[in-house]
Nanobody, 124 residues
Framework: QVQLVESGGGLVQAGGSLRLSCAASGGPFSRYVMGWFRQAPGKEREFAAAINRNGSSTYYADSVKGRFTISRNNAKNTVYLQMNSLNPEDTAVYYC?????????????????WGQGTQVTVSS
């Protein structure tokens, strides 16, 4: 059973940056593809970024490409999401997710383990 705990959310002004972290425990972290999703009020949960098991391959939603960077440190059982050039449309609860499949999935239903989420609010 994998437990995921996100941190690093908060309030930031438009144009600012935040770095989210997701610490994993209870399982072999290096065997899991990791993803970040976000959900704004009244909207469906949407894919933001994902990274493969060894960190050699990443994938981004068009809405965050060029602004967000996903990375992982398997020695620390942690995945990160560096978010730059934030705008109010990035306001959402951000969730970390893990799955044991080999390919990088982008749909919420493809991920088995989820964290509780961390709030990111971008003011204009």
């Amino acid at each position: 059973q994998v437990q995921l705990v996100e941190s690093g959310g908060g309030l930031v002004q438009a144009g600012g940056s935040l770095r989210l972290s997701c610490a994993a425990s209870g399982g072999p972290f290096s065997r899991y593809v990791m993803g970040w999703f976000r959900q704004a009020p009244g909207k469906e949960r949407e894919f933001a970024a994902a990274i493969n098991r060894n960190g050699s391959s990443t994938y981004y939603a068009d809405s965050v490409k060029g602004r967000f960077t996903i990375s992982r440190n398997n020695a620390k059982n942690t995945v990160y999401l560096q978010m730059n050039s934030l705008n109010p449309e990035d306001t959402a609860v951000y969730y970390c997710a893990a799955d044991a499949r080999r390919v990088i999935p982008t749909r919420p239903g493809d991920y088995f383990y989820w964290g509780q989420g961390t709030q990111v609010t971008v003011s204009s």
